[in-house]
């Protein structure tokens, strides 16, 4: 089983860029379809991006279509969100997820599906 470790948040400023990471222990990482979900001050957390086992396949909320970009390094354990062209509203503390599956190409959006996260890292956004 892995662990998950986030790093990478920090206070920018409306319309700025940040990429967050998030590094797995273990030597099953490729096994694992993994998320970015979020979670802002007094809100229910919410799916923001998710990519396959592979890399191949990606999937991103509505709300940040076109501004943040999920990507994985295999041999290096790690997944990234870059994220662009940030908003007040993405303020949040960002969570990585990871889903044992057998499918190569396959992403998961909901948090119920995850098996196993991180502690986050939060992210703030000032106007």
């Known amino acids: 089983q892995v662990q998950l470790v986030e790093s990478g948040g920090g206070l920018v400023q409306a319309g700025d860029s940040l990429g967050v990471s998030c590094a797995a222990s273990?030597?099953?990482?490729?096994?694992?379809?993994m998320g970015w979900f979020r979670q802002a001050p007094g809100k229910e957390r919410e799916f923001v991006a998710a990519?396959?086992?592979?890399?191949?396949?990606?999937d991103y909320a509505d709300s940040v279509k076109g501004r943040f970009t999920i990507f994985r390094d295999n041999a290096q354990n790690t997944v990234y969100l870059q994220m662009n062209n940030l908003k007040p509203g993405d303020t949040a503390v960002y969570y990585c997820?990871?889903?044992?599956?057998?499918?190569?190409?396959?992403?998961?959006?909901?948090?119920?599906?995850?098996?196993?996260w991180g502690k986050g890292t939060l992210v703030t956004v000032s106007s």
């Open positions: 997820a990871a889903k044992l599956t057998i499918f190569s190409t396959r992403y998961y959006v909901t948090d119920i599906d995850m098996d196993i």
């Open positions: 990519i396959s086992r592979s890399g191949d396949t990606t």
């Open positions: 273990g030597r099953t990482f490729s096994s694992y379809a």
